[in-house]
């Protein structure tokens, strides 16, 4: 249906950046919102940034204006630009789709949520 793989994540400092890329592939027949998600150990997982095909963006209240979220719809794919990072930023970042799919009959099926496999981010201080 929808696949959606991660690349991106490591090890930065504090106060540095990281770009975190998502790229969707499958037989799906549009894609609603991307974006992402992450989950630190411990804690649920928590709305990041999101984006729809009609580029209307939301962030966490804790990334405002430190992160910023892109979409090329063209290619399927969604970034993050992560700068100023703080420790409490780390944890394990997934992409997310929203997206409508063609079953084997041709039919479009969905919308339904999808999730990348996650990319680790650590901040070190």
């Known amino acids: 249906q929808v696949q959606l793989v991660e690349s991106g994540g490591g090890l930065v400092q504090a106060g540095g950046s990281l770009r975190l890329s998502c790229q969707a592939s499958?037989?799906?027949?549009?894609?609603?919102?991307m974006g992402w998600y992450r989950q630190a150990p411990g804690k649920q997982r928590e709305l990041v940034a999101d984006?729809?095909?009609?580029?209307?963006?939301n962030y966490a209240d804790s990334v405002q204006g430190r992160f910023a979220i892109s979409r090329d719809n063209a290619k399927n794919t969604v970034s993050l630009q992560m700068s100023s990072l703080k420790p409490e930023d780390a944890g394990v970042y997934y992409c997310?789709?929203?997206?409508?799919?063609?079953?084997?009959?041709?039919?479009?099926?969905?919308?339904?949520?999808?999730w990348g496999q996650g990319t680790q981010v650590t901040v070190s201080s």
């Open positions: 997310y789709a929203n997206a409508a799919y063609y079953d084997r009959f041709g039919i479009v099926r969905g919308p339904s949520d999808y």
């Open positions: 499958g037989s799906f027949s549009s894609i609603n919102a």
């Open positions: 984006a729809t095909t009609a580029g209307r963006t």
